[in-house]
């Protein structure tokens, strides 16, 4: 069995109760005041965790990237991708304010880096934890140099098959940092039920000993709950305040009525689980 993993006060796997990570994103629309608005009211829906996305736009599009189609859906066709994530980023104060607000709120603040300049930069302002997001797991040399911050990280594994998978985790196997939680993902937003894929944890769960988690991108809370039934300490749900609000993640999100729903559910499966 893996290891308890510890993350500031809260303890990942074992008999303990799941760690649930509202993802805020780019959801805060790059305003500082409305992500602190979001930390708050992720805090009073259940979540141990808020987590956004540390990058520098220019670093992670060229100018000539198209947008995903349910970004088109969500936003002005006009604009390019690098536009929209610009207008959507944080700068690196807003991200220290962001991570002193969640200190005082006792909730857990996470982000998700995109390159070793972020990663340094998170681990700076004393980050407890990363999550990797499914793009970066065949970026072996980028994973491997996050393991080494020996701080547990948890892995997305949305693009990926189980050879891809199998090679990132003998690279990093060799770093002393064995604080690795896999979480089943399904990159598309949203996500339909049937490509959930739960029985993914039973593979890894075979294949890996590492704790699982579910990084869940559909639009209700089915799967998160049955994920729990099969191990899952982990879940990760998008999180806004208004599916309605301009972006590209609202529309694919859970309003803070229908978090809290999910945190409860979730708190009462695990009762209905016992020991």
């Not at 799941?18 to 994103?25: K, Q, T």
């Not at 002193?100 to 909730?107: A, G, H, P, Q």
């Not at 993902?185 to 593979?203: A, G």
């Amino acid at each position: 069995m893996p290891n308890l993993i510890k993350i500031s006060n809260k303890k990942i796997g074992g008999n303990n109760k799941a760690f649930i990570i509202a993802e805020i994103g780019v959801n805060h629309n790059g305003d500082l005041q409305l992500a602190k608005k979001m930390v708050i009211e992720a805090k009073k829906c259940g979540a141990d965790c808020v987590k956004f996305q540390t990058y520098k736009s220019d670093q992670v599009v060229s100018d000539k990237a198209p947008k995903a189609k349910y970004q088109l859906k969500n936003t002005s066709k006009s604009e390019t991708q690098l536009k929209m994530l610009s207008r959507l980023e944080l700068t690196r104060k807003d991200f220290i304010k962001l991570n002193n607000f969640c200190l005082k709120k006792n909730i857990i603040f996470l982000s998700t880096p995109y390159n070793k300049e972020d990663v340094d930069f998170l681990t700076s302002i004393g980050v407890k934890a990363f999550k990797l997001a499914s793009m970066h797991l065949t970026e072996i040399d980028f994973v491997n140099y996050v393991v080494s911050k020996n701080k547990p990280v948890f892995i997305s594994t949305g693009m990926s098959n189980l050879n891809d998978i199998r090679k990132t985790i003998k690279k990093i196997s060799k770093n002393k940092n064995k604080k690795i939680i896999l979480l089943q993902c399904t990159t598309n937003y949203p996500s339909k039920i049937k490509d959930s894929n739960l029985n993914v944890l039973d593979t890894f769960k075979k294949n890996f000993n590492y704790i699982v988690g579910y990084s869940d991108h559909t639009m209700q809370d089915l799967s998160c709950l049955i994920s729990i039934a099969k191990g899952a300490k982990v879940i990760e749900k998008h999180f806004t305040l208004n599916k309605k609000m301009k972006g590209p993640d609202h529309s694919s999100s859970f309003e803070p009525h229908e978090f809290k729903d999910m945190v409860n559910k979730i708190r009462n499966v695990e009762i209905i689980l016992g020991s």
